[in-house]
Structure formats: C-alpha cells, structure tokens
C-alpha cells in the first residue's frame, strides 16, 4: 500500500502565504518560515482558513497529463459498503454506474445492521416498526441521545424505508451464501435504553462474519455482484479533486483522480451524478483539530495522523484523511450544522457482558471509588471513563456473579451460569484471587486508595442486600454482593489499545436527498455524499443505543433510498436555493421578550 506522509500532502498549501498556518495551531506549512499564530475574533473567524480547506497547488493537474477518461451517468467514489450499496441499488435498476476506490479491495469494518420491521425480525416474534410503541421509543432515544441536534428529515427516510432496505441486503447477501441472525439487545433494566432487537448480522457458509467480521464479507458480496450485473470498479484510484463548472458555482460534472501504482492520472466525467463515499476523517489532524476537538485532544498521541491505508478495516487507531470531505470544501462545500462530529468510540469497563453493554457490576477509579452508574451500554461507559484524570477504570466481582444471568447470551455463544463461571476461571482474561484484598493488590491498589476501594466494595454488597444503591440508583435487580471466592477483577486504559471503532461521523452540509449543499442549504448541482460522511445524522457521540445504526442506516437504508433515486428519471431532487422567509433584519432585531411572553401567557 502505498504511503503519503502529511507533509507531502500538503505541499503546496502555500497559497495562504507565510502566515498560511492551521488556526490556532501555531504550526507553519512545509518549507514556510515559522509564522506568528493567527488570533482568532468574532470578526475573522470565516475569513481564516485551515491548511486542508485549500486545495493543494499542484492541482488541477495540466489536462496533457490525463491519459484516460470515462464518462457515466453516475459516478461513485469509494467501494465501501455505502458506495458499493447505492452502485449496486442504482444499477439494478438500470442506471448507468462506475465505481473507483482508492482501497485495493472492497472495504468494510463490523457487521452490525439496525432496521426495524424486516422480514426476519417478523419470523422471530420481533414486533418492532416505527409504528408501534418500541420502535419509537428506539428512535426516539436515539434522537435524544444527540440532543435532537439532527436533521429528522434523513432520520424519517430510515424509519419509513429501513425495512424494505434490509430486506433487500438480505436478498442480496443470501444470493451469496450468507446467512443473517440477529445480536442479542442491550436490556437496560431501568428500560431507558432498551430496545428491541434489530441488528441484523451476517454470516458466510463457514460461520465467519456477524459484528465484527461481517462488513467485509458483504462488501465483497456487493462488489461481486456489481460486477455480475455489468459494472465496473477501478481500484488502487484515489480522488484527487472535483471539477466544478462556471468557476465553482455550476454543476460538478467531473472527478480527477490518481492510479496510486502507475501514477496516471483518469477524468471521470459524471453525467447525473457523482457521489461521495470516501469514509471518515480519524486520520486526518488538522480536521480532527477542528471538527471534533475533544476527540483529537483525547487521540491525538496514538492516531496515525502520518500513514495514509485506504485498506485500513478493523483497525482502532483511525480509518481515513477525509479526502471527500476535502474534496467537497475546495469546491464550495458547506460543513454540517452539528457544531462537533460525533465520534464513534467504545472503551466501556471491562468485565463479563451481554452485547453492547458495559459492565453492570461495581466500576472503581483509580481513588478507588465508584464514578457512575454502571448500567448503561458501552459507548456511554466510555463517556464516563474519559471523565476520570486518568481515564482508567477497574471492574470487580465475585463468583455468584455468574448468576446475574441464567444463560449469558453474547457475541461468541450461549453459556449457562456454571458454564460462564468456569469460563472466567479458565480464561486468564480477568485477573482473580481468593480475597478482596488480594485482588485489590493485584489490581494496583494501594495505601488510600485500597482503603476506598474496600470500603466502596463492602457498600456495594450492602446496597444489594438493602436493594437500595445510596450512590448511583442502580436499579436493585442488579446490584449483587461481593463476597463469594473466587474474586474476578479488571483494569481498562483508554489510551491506544483501547480507542477501539474510533470514527468520526459527519461532515458535508447533506439534505435530505444526500445532496451536498453549500453554507446557505442550496444544493450542489451533480454532487452527493453517502455513508459515514453524511452530515448531520448523529451528533454528540455515536452511542450504539441502536446497534448497528450506521451500517444500517446510512450505509445501507439511505445509500439503497439514493441509489434508487438517481436511477429514477422522474425523481425530483432538490434544485435552486431554499425558501428562505426570514431576513438579517429579521434576525437582527432586538429581543424584547415579546415571543416568550405570547407562549407562556396563551395569546
């Protein structure tokens, strides 16, 4: 695979001059004298541009040097499962598709697929659509968990299609030999967050495939299956720019990218469409640095911000650079109305769980004292982690905790209370020792800190015996003394080894028919975004409250929904600037309370 460093990257970025410098960064371009930091006011906030917001000098390419050009209705770019999902849903209905990817392969990460009201869900007993009672509590916590800072126009498209969607993949995929079952759900006994199950996953013949493993093999399927159907994929291909007609104010009706082997350089010419489906920005500092501050604060010491691996699958140190995003802005571009992208993350406590669930059990900080409540899933356990100085956290429990669960139904299997206990003894995952104190010791533990830790332990066994938490509220069907050997415990770092499904989501302005708008909401004529890219679908952090939402929402549902779309002459898409009632004056006129004052009086 071939490797870019970030300094050649940005070669050429110059043209903001020898004060061309990251904002805020205080860091200056290759070759630049060091530059005095640029200080950021109210007033030049929009005018101050960062090193990845301008397209490198060496590009447009002088037009001698495209040696090969196709020209198709639409273009895909980037064979990810929702690049290679809308090209596959577009052909099939007779449209016209080229794909390209920079990856050598067909790409993947996971294998988690959330739809309600499919037709396995139907031959399970599942009674969960976006009708009924569970379906909308699902989506609506979800929409809670991101403070409903969303666009509800795209998250409506995925209630009202995501079972035809699913359906759909599941046909697809079992014309290859797969098999589809569904995760077990997170119970959240306080019932907040629970819900039904719905995500589906994905198995080959020889059973490899479900959350983890899954994605792949799909992606593959789709790949081989767009072949099949007459399509074709160039790979090793990466995207270098958008052409974007009248001076960058028309239709883009091209992308220039580059063989990464020979290094030739290829125009596609799109007639329709071109659509954006280049992954994540995890890799890429600077974006990071100002998308998703907090993230890139927490990451920024184990992030391979230096290697460029479009091949990159189940890695955990960050995906991709952002190169559509990029691609996007250059071009006129708009950034999504959610102030953060929101990260994917997932660093709950350690310790024995059923699916996407942190460990219910007692969770200690390094003071030896509890931190939260324990019963949440495991993206939100990560949250609560981070919070602690040292973003370290420690699990205990005992024997009898195996009885927690009549049977632990989890990822890898089934296992009766017995059989889980012997499984831990066995392991030499957890570390155990006949003795709390002992176990503590072994842990770390020491001097006022054990001492916490063992008065917070013989609480916690007190709390269950009066079903009452002091603490935390844990609900008492939970809560379980700690005082039967064997004694099992864990420690969880978040640092590099623990960051694990670490991606942004989010990123271009997208309305609702994934087309790529400017500032002001009027869409870019012949360009759209699917995927992991498409902006404001989540905000916060990606809380895996419904597993598998980005895989099967808009990787899966919303890219099948555009496929569709762009296949079908007489689909309307959004065209001109939007209906913009209110005005700057509007907008600027004093606020004298008057609007508060009708609603709260009833006039």
Same mark, same amino acid.
């Given at each position: 695979m071939a490797t870019m460093t970030r300094k050649n990257f940005l070669k050429g970025a110059g043209a903001l001059g020898a004060a061309s410098i990251a904002a805020g960064t205080g860091v200056?371009?290759?070759?630049? *004298?060091?530059?005095?930091?640029?200080?950021?006011?109210?007033?030049?906030?929009?005018?101050? =541009?960062?090193?990845?917001?301008i397209m490198p000098e060496e590009w447009p390419v002088a037009e001698d040097l495209i040696t090969t050009e196709y020209t198709n209705d639409i273009v895909v770019v980037g064979a990810g499962l929702s690049g290679l999902c809308t090209a596959v849903s577009a052909k099939e209905m007779g449209a016209d598709v080229r794909v390209f990817t920079?990856?050598?392969?067909?790409?993947?990460? &996971?294998?988690?697929?959330?739809? @309600?009201?499919?037709?396995?869900?139907?031959? #399970? &007993? %599942?009674?969960?659509?976006?009708?009924?009672?569970?379906?909308?509590?699902?989506?609506?916590?979800?929409?809670?968990?991101?403070?409903?800072?969303?666009d509800e126009r795209k998250w409506s498209d995925w209630l009202g299609h995501s079972a035809e969607a699913m359906d759909w993949m599941i046909d697809k995929m079992e014309?290859?030999?797969?098999?589809?079952? @569904?995760?077990?759900? !997170?119970?959240?006994?306080?019932?907040? #967050?629970?819900?039904?199950?719905g995500a589906h996953n994905f198995y080959a013949s020889s059973g490899i495939g479900g959350a983890i493993l899954g994605a792949p093999i799909c992606a593959s399927n789709y790949a081989e299956i767009f072949?099949? #159907?007459?399509?074709?994929?160039?790979?090793?291909?990466?995207?270098?720019?958008?052409?974007?007609?009248?001076?960058?104010?028309?239709?883009?009706?091209?992308?220039? *990218?580059?063989?990464?082997?020979?290094?030739?350089?290829?125009?596609?010419?799109?007639?329709?469409? %071109?659509? @954006?489906?280049?992954?994540? $920005?995890?890799?890429?500092?600077?974006? #990071?640095a =100002?998308?998703?501050?907090?993230?890139?604060?927490?990451?920024?010491?184990?992030?391979?911000?230096?290697?460029?691996?479009?091949?990159?699958?189940?890695?955990?140190? &960050? @995906?991709?650079?952002?190169?559509?995003? =990029?691609?996007g802005l250059w071009i006129g571009a708009g950034w999504q109305k959610t102030p953060t992208c929101a990260p994917m993350v997932n660093c709950a406590a350690q310790g024995p769980s059923l699916g996407a669930e942190n460990f219910s059990g007692i969770n200690l900080s390094s003071d030896g004292k509890r931190y939260h409540n324990e019963c949440v899933n495991f993206a939100y356990g990560a949250i609560a982690i981070l919070q602690r100085p040292d973003h370290i956290a420690y699990s205990v429990w005992d024997a009898d905790y195996s009885k927690l669960h009549d049977v632990w139904n989890g990822f890898m299997g089934s296992l009766t209370s017995d059989e889980q206990l012997q499984a831990w003894i066995n392991s030499g995952q957890y570390i155990m020792a006949d003795t709390i104190e002992e176990l503590l010791d072994k842990l770390g533990f020491e001097g006022e800190a054990k001492e916490n830790? %063992?008065?917070s332990i013989e609480d916690y066994s007190r709390y269950a015996d009066q079903g009452v938490d002091e603490e935390y509220h844990v609900a008492p069907e939970v809560l379980r003394p700690i005082r039967?050997?064997? $004694? $099992?415990?864990?420690?969880?770092?978040?640092?590099?080894?623990?960051?694990?499904?670490?991606?942004?989501?989010?990123?271009?302005?997208?309305?609702? !028919?994934?087309?790529?708008?400017?500032d002001d909401d009027t869409p870019i004529d012949g360009l759209f975004n699917t995927g992991i890219m498409i902006g404001d679908y989540y905000a916060g952090c990606y809380n895996f409250v419904m597993p598998g939402m980005n895989l099967g929402g808009v990787c899966n549902c919303l890219s099948y929904l555009l496929g569709r779309r762009l296949a079908d002459p007489d689909f309307k898409f959004a065209s001109g600037k939007p209906i913009r009632k209110s005005t700057v004056e509007d907008e600027s006129v004093d606020n004298d309370g008057a609007m508060l004052l009708a609603m709260f009086s009833g006039m």
């Open positions: 200056a371009m290759a070759d630049e *004298a060091p530059a005095a930091p640029v200080v950021l006011t109210a007033e030049n906030v929009d005018d101050v =541009k960062w090193a990845f917001e920079a990856s050598s392969i067909p790409m993947g990460r &996971g294998g988690s697929n959330h739809a @309600l009201g499919t037709k396995v869900q139907k031959a #399970m &007993g %599942i009674d969960c659509t976006p009708d009924t009672p569970e379906g909308r509590h699902a989506a609506k916590v979800e929409k809670l968990s991101a403070s409903f800072f969303i014309s290859k030999g797969m098999y589809v079952d @569904l995760e077990s759900n !997170y119970t959240d006994p306080d019932g907040i #967050m629970t819900v039904p199950r072949t099949e #159907m007459g399509g074709e994929i160039e790979y090793n291909m990466r995207g270098l720019y958008l052409i974007r007609e009248d001076n960058n104010t028309g239709r883009v009706s091209a992308i220039v *990218a580059q063989n990464m082997e020979t290094g030739e350089y290829v125009r596609y010419n799109a007639n329709k469409a %071109i659509v @954006l489906a280049t992954g994540d $920005f995890s890799r890429d500092a600077d974006m #990071m =100002k998308y998703s501050p907090w993230v890139w604060k927490l990451f920024k010491n184990c992030l391979r911000t230096d290697e460029y691996d479009y091949d990159a699958g189940l890695t955990y140190n &960050g @995906l991709y650079h952002g190169d559509g995003h =990029k691609m830790a %063992i008065k039967t050997p064997p $004694f $099992f415990g864990a420690r969880t770092t978040f640092n590099f080894s623990a960051c694990t499904f670490l991606t942004i989501c989010g990123g271009l302005r997208t309305n609702e !028919y994934l087309q790529v708008c400017e």
